[in-house]
């Protein structure tokens, strides 16, 4: 989960960078690097490993300046390794950037650039950015960082957060925002400023601070920063104070974890696939998995075991694991599993999801399951928590760490972990082609920047809230590989809202659930275009027909829609495969808003608990 830090100023640049990225370990990463500008010439230090390994290059060969940036990787395109750790630098030595997002047609650009000449040092999508600006610079952008940056961030594809220095201007940084891969912060000193991808990095130097939207980017300079769009107009920012203390300040700009957490998504999306595909050579990697093709194709059977959030999780993994793998699946709640005596054996391999790693019904099931002689694997946020330790290979999620009771990024991390197992199982079963498996990697990266669009849905929803928080019923409706969306959709009302709400499949509406429609009870209904959308506008008239008021969520462009429901959230057109990740985003913000409404405390709900360690 990549970090990243930037200093300018008066001070040696190298200390502050090397302590702000000290201070995002917490994320995880597999190489780190520093570039410091000195004497007109970029001196970069990089190493793979832990930062202590950077440290001591450092020692070893010191870095002198007072403008610099410094990056935490963890790797997508490329290996873990020290020419593909960040900083990387332009093939005219002029340029350096640090970057946290994928870039979805890097290989287009790459190819276009080496057309022309340049040369790659690197294996990563990163180093297409620097080269791209350097492009820039030389046609038409006169050697300014600003303008070529603005210039050439315009040809990414993807969500990306990117800071970049100039040996010829060593009197500013440029940093920028696209979408929603990762924040940018600029902490405002005196006489110095500083870049951060997380507030913690910085913190401790300085409580104002300028947070980036997407579209923006900021030119640093020791005593100014002007920010501008992407169309070069300049934008007046809002300036924060962040309170010293760890709560505060972990929060941010949102007035909630649970909200900060909706907004994560795009970040823990990405942090959750880097280091597990291979993107160069398209293929997906788990190694903690410890699966080896002759093991993958002896499996006749995988049980997911889960509880809540984590259950409705596996519920869209058995889609994936079933569709892409071809593997009989199945979805237990981890408090009944060990009641019913379960049929296991050592062909049979059985997936915990949790988020704390320590949810004593999982833990449960997972004894249950070792005493069975099956295969055990977790999916799990929290490192070194015993369901990772007592699996024979796990999944980290890599999601950061989750403070709302009500889980919300761990969901969604969680179900990309399902469809990464997916793919490593079909690509190692041979169950899907190579074509096949290049069109689902594709899904992958454009995944975070499709969650960020659908955040933009937030204003519309609070409109919503403002108008539905005094009902006191809601009905969620779902089908196919969304039916688990309308599951967790009600969950999130319910916890935090207090309002009693269902999630049903919609095909099973007119078996009961149907009584109870009325012009006091919303229905949520998740239309969006994909196998079953026309049975999903059928339910919405049945809706209508008995006077139910209908919230839909549907693609964008789906005018249609909006002359059958009362209310349409729109989210970006997707694949039906990735789309419960998508759709989720409205539910989750909807709960959030209304909760918020109704004065409810949506970080820590009444009754409940973060992690349930009793049974």
């Known amino acids: 989960m990549c970090g990243i830090v930037g200093y300018i100023g008066e ?52 870095l002198a300046g007072s403008v610099g940036i410094g990056h935490t990787r963890w790797a997508t395109h490329g290996a873990p390794a020290e020419h593909n750790a960040h900083p990387h630098i332009s ?32 294996d990563t999508d990163t180093e297409v950015i620097v080269q791209l600006i350097a492009r820039f610079a030389q046609n038409g952008a006169g050697g300014d960082v600003t303008e070529a940056t603005r210039h050439a961030v315009q040809h990414l594809r993807g969500a990306h957060a990117i800071v970049v220095m100039n040996r010829k201007q060593p009197d500013r940084i440029v940093a920028v925002r696209i979408g929603n891969a990762g924040g940018v912060a600029i902490g405002l000193g005196d006489n110095e400023n500083f870049v951060a991808s997380d507030i913690p990095a910085i913190i401790e130097l300085t409580r104002r601070m300028i947070f980036l939207e997407s579209g923006q980017m900021a030119t640093v300079q020791p005593r100014k920063v ?48 880097r280091g597990r ?82 949810t004593v019904d999982t833990l449960a099931a997972m004894e249950e399951a070792r005493g069975k002689k099956a295969l055990l694997w977790s999916i799990v946020n929290a490192i070194g928590s015993q ?49 096949e498996i290049s069109a689902h990697l594709h899904n992958l990266a454009r995944l975070p920047d499709l969650v960020g669009q659908a955040l933009e849905s937030y204003p519309q929803v609070q409109a919503l809230a403002a108008h539905f928080h005094n009902y006191r019923d809601f009905l969620f409706l779902g089908r196919g590989i969304n039916y688990p969306v309308a599951l967790e959709g009600a969950l999130k009302l319910k916890e935090i809202s207090y309002i009693h709400a269902e999630g049903y499949p919609a095909g099973e509406m007119k078996h009961g659930p149907i009584a109870l429609i009325d012009e006091n009870m919303p229905v949520v209904a998740i239309a969006t275009k994909d196998a079953v959308y026309d049975k999903m506008i059928s339910q919405i008239e049945q809706a209508k027909a008995r006077g139910g008021i209908v919230i839909a969520v549907a693609t964008e462009g789906d005018n249609a829609i909006a002359e059958k429901a009362d209310h349409v959230i729109f989210v970006p057109p997707s694949p039906e495969i990735i ?29 409940l608990a973060k992690s349930v360690t009793v049974e």
């Open 579 to 607: 789309s419960p990740v998508i759709n989720v985003i409205p539910l989750q913000l909807l709960a959030y808003a209304i909760a918020i409404r109704r004065g409810a405390d949506v970080d820590q709900p009444r009754n």
């Open 226 to 273: 002007s920010v501008q769009n992407l169309q070069g107009q300049p934008v007046s920012p809002a300036v924060h104070q962040i309170p010293w203390d760890a709560v505060s300040a972990a929060k941010g700009e949102y007035q909630h974890f649970m909200l900060k957490e909706i907004f994560d998504q795009p970040r823990s999306i990405t942090d959750t696939i």
């Open 91 to 122: 093939m005219d030595g002029e340029f350096v950037v640090v970057h946290n997002g994928i870039v979805e047609n890097y290989r287009e650009l790459r190819d276009e650039l080496t057309a022309e000449g340049v040369h790659f040092n690197s």
């Open 11 to 62: 001070q040696e640049a190298a200390p502050i960078i090397l302590d702000g990225l000290g201070r995002l370990e917490y994320r995880g990463y597999d190489s780190a690097g520093i570039a410091v500008i000195h004497d007109g010439s970029i001196q970069i230090r990089r190493d793979v490993g832990k930062l202590i390994n950077l440290r001591k290059r450092v020692t070893e060969y010191p």
């Open 387 to 435: 369901a990772m330790r007592e699996a024979d290979g796990y999944i980290m999620m890599n999601a950061g760490p989750e403070i709302g009771v009500a889980s919300t990024k761990a969901f969604t991390a969680s179900i990309v972990d399902q469809y990464l197992l997916a793919l490593y199982l079909a690509q190692e079963r041979g169950t899907l082609s190579q074509v």
């Open 277 to 358: 595909v291979d993107f160069e050579h398209e293929r997906v990697l788990l190694p903690e998995l410890h699966m080896p093709s002759e093991a993958a194709k002896a499996l006749h059977r995988l049980v997911i075991v889960a509880c809540g959030t984590s259950y409705y999780s596996g519920l869209v993994g058995k889609f994936f694991i079933e569709q892409l793998a071809r593997l009989i699946v199945e979805v237990d709640y981890g408090s009944e599993f060990r009641y019913r005596d379960p049929l296991l054996d050592s062909n049979t391999a059985v997936l915990a999801i949790t988020q704390s790693g320590e």
